[in-house]
């Protein structure tokens, strides 16, 4: 009889709490989608700065007032640019302002990250192991991290990085999300890694263009800026899944190459900080006379990613491509690698600064 009593009882609880669980269910579907991993609606910011070249403590200062702001309009996830605490050129500046990975930048990051309640990604030079790559950290309020080490670096970015070799792919708490920095936007071996993988890309650049002292209505000045604006939109579509896009804007005063150590190269980076829909429409964007701020949107992570772009099979996608910036992306890697190995791999064991000689005066 007892027996019978309390099998009843377990029934009818059982019964009222799954009677429960739906009304809940269909009076707040916002609770019924919490619970659906399959659709995440995110508010997500990406930010743009200004930087001053290889000044990491002023860039650090800038990137955590524009998170601030982020977190003030609700941001959930915030997106830095590539390279953040430095930006990219070659400059010898640039060997003082790398970091450790767990060094300022990433405590910076952890520590927002933890008064915010949000998660917060970006890249920048970091050394471990005695080398150093262009590492993007994914850092989550409970002080977990994440990393992805850019495959390979763009011209004078060569000097002071190596290339990593993981996926791209960052296991999270809402699946799996892609980290994709500069130029891998427009190589398809990383749409084909990410692709049925992710369920969103957290992109970063750092996209400058032709000196100053060239023409301004040189067309590879547009060719340039044509392939900016569709990396973003172009990997959504690719991918089938949002894409939340930070980078730099402003001008900044380099030098050509270690081998015109003493040749200025004065330039601008381009903006377009982005966030675009899973079907490649974009939601924010910020060009580069913007200046420095703040993108937010709301993104839905679709429950199944549904690519509307095929990948094509060349190395490069984009058809704006121009055949010389290839050729002179391929040569960068050894030349840009020389003075890595001279000069910037003995800096992070030593503190010392070689004489850097250019390969055809040895």
């Known amino acids: 009889m007892n027996r019978s009593w309390q099998a009843s009882r377990l029934d009818r609880r059982q019964f009222s709490a799954r009677l429960l669980a739906c009304l809940a269910a269909a009076a707040c579907p916002a609770i019924a989608r919490s619970r659906d991993t399959r659709a995440t609606l995110l508010r997500v910011a990406a930010l743009q700065m200004a930087p001053k070249l290889a000044d990491w403590q002023a860039n650090l200062e800038q990137a955590e007032r524009l998170i601030r702001e982020a977190q003030a309009l609700g941001a959930q996830w915030i997106v830095l640019p590539e390279m953040f605490t430095t930006a990219a050129a070659f400059h010898p500046d640039m060997?003082?302002?790398?970091?450790?990975v767990?060094?300022?930048?990433?405590?910076?990051?952890?520590?927002?990250?933890?008064?915010?309640?949000?998660?917060?990604?970006?890249?920048?030079?970091?050394?471990?192991?005695?080398?150093?790559?262009?590492?993007?950290?994914?850092?989550?309020?409970?002080?977990?991290?994440?990393?992805?080490?850019?495959d390979q670096p763009t011209y004078w970015e060569s000097c002071f990085y190596r290339g990593g070799d993981d996926d791209g792919v960052l296991a999270t708490p809402i699946g799996g999300i892609g980290s994709v920095l500069c130029w891998e936007l427009i190589r398809s071996r990383t749409m084909r890694r990410l692709r049925g993988r992710?369920?969103?890309v957290l992109g970063a650049s750092c996209w400058w263009t032709l000196s100053d002292d060239v023409d301004a209505d040189n067309p590879l000045r547009t060719a340039n800026l044509t392939m900016l604006q569709q990396a973003p939109t172009r990997c959504a579509r690719m991918l089938g899944v949002p894409v939340i896009h930070g980078s730099h804007a402003g001008p900044?005063?380099?030098?050509?190459?270690p081998d015109l150590a003493d040749v200025p190269y004065r330039s601008r980076y381009l903006?377009?900080?982005?966030?675009?829909?899973?079907?490649?429409?974009?939601?924010?964007?910020?060009?580069?006379?913007?200046?420095?701020?703040?993108?937010?949107?709301?993104?839905?992570?679709?429950?199944?990613?549904?690519?509307?772009?095929?990948?094509?099979?060349?190395?490069?996608?984009p058809s704006e491509m121009p055949g010389p910036w290839m050729d002179s992306w391929?040569?960068?890697?050894?030349?840009?690698?020389?003075?890595y190995?001279?000069?910037?791999?003995?800096?992070?064991?030593?503190?010392?600064?070689n004489e850097f000689i250019p390969a055809y005066l040895r």
Not at 95 to 100: M, R, V, W
Not at 138 to 148: D, S, T
Not at 330 to 339: C, E, M, N, P, V
């Open 95 to 100: 060997l003082s302002a790398i970091q450790p």
């Open 102 to 150: 767990d060094g300022p930048a990433a405590q910076m990051m952890l520590r927002l990250a933890r008064q915010g309640n949000c998660v917060i990604g970006g890249s920048f030079l970091a050394s471990r192991d005695a080398e150093v790559y262009n590492s993007f950290l994914l850092v989550f309020p409970n002080g977990q991290v994440l990393r992805h080490d850019k």
């Open 198 to 200: 992710i369920r969103l």
């Open 252 to 257: 900044f005063h380099g030098f050509f190459s």
């Open 271 to 317: 903006g377009e900080a982005m966030v675009v829909d899973a079907d490649g429409a974009v939601l924010a964007r910020r060009g580069a006379a913007e200046g420095a701020g703040v993108i937010i949107a709301d993104v839905v992570l679709p429950p199944e990613p549904t690519p509307s772009l095929e990948i094509p099979e060349a190395f490069w996608m």
């Open 330 to 339: 391929q040569r960068w890697l050894k030349s840009g690698a020389d003075y």
């Open 341 to 353: 190995e001279t000069v910037t791999r003995p800096y992070i064991r030593t503190g010392l600064i």
